[in-house]
């Protein structure tokens, strides 16, 4: 029984920032790549940003580049996910999920096809004035 548990979300003006957490029980992130996703109501997930194994790369959404940062800390077996200039249409539900590193397939892939073997139930993030 592997669960990702996320924390960090809640309201936030537009121009705001957050910053998201996600933390394993029963398992270490060592050997996962690790994404975050989002859904809102009546749209389609969406791969927001991974992180490698090592944390050397990094994917992110066109809809969020140059304003959110995704990061590990091994040592503290944690993800991060820093979200600034936050917009209304970020407004969503934001999951953590981990995959097994593998070379039969790019961490691009891997974010935009969303196949992970772990996933969290999510934090609500509301960007609202």
């Known amino acids: 029984q592997l669960q990702l548990v996320e924390s960090g979300g809640g309201l936030v003006q537009p121009g705001g920032s957050l910053r998201l957490s996600c933390a394993p029980s029963?398992?270490?992130?060592?050997?996962?790549?690790i994404g975050w996703f989002r859904q809102a109501p009546g749209k389609e997930r969406e791969g927001v940003s991974c992180?490698?194994?090592?944390?050397?790369?990094?994917y992110y959404a066109d809809s969020v580049k140059g304003r959110f940062t995704i990061s590990r800390d091994n040592a503290k077996n944690t993800v991060y996910l820093q979200m600034n200039s936050l917009k209304p249409e970020d407004t969503a539900t934001y999951y953590c999920?981990?995959?097994?590193?593998?070379?039969?397939?790019?961490?691009?892939?891997?974010?935009?096809?969303?196949?992970?073997?772990?996933w969290g139930k999510g934090t609500l993030v509301t960007v609202s004035s």
């Open positions: 999920a981990a995959r097994r590193m593998s070379r039969e397939t790019t961490l691009q892939n891997v974010c935009v096809r969303g196949a992970m073997d772990n």
């Open positions: 992180i490698s194994v090592s944390g050397g790369m990094s």
């Open positions: 029963g398992f270490t992130l060592d050997y996962y790549r």
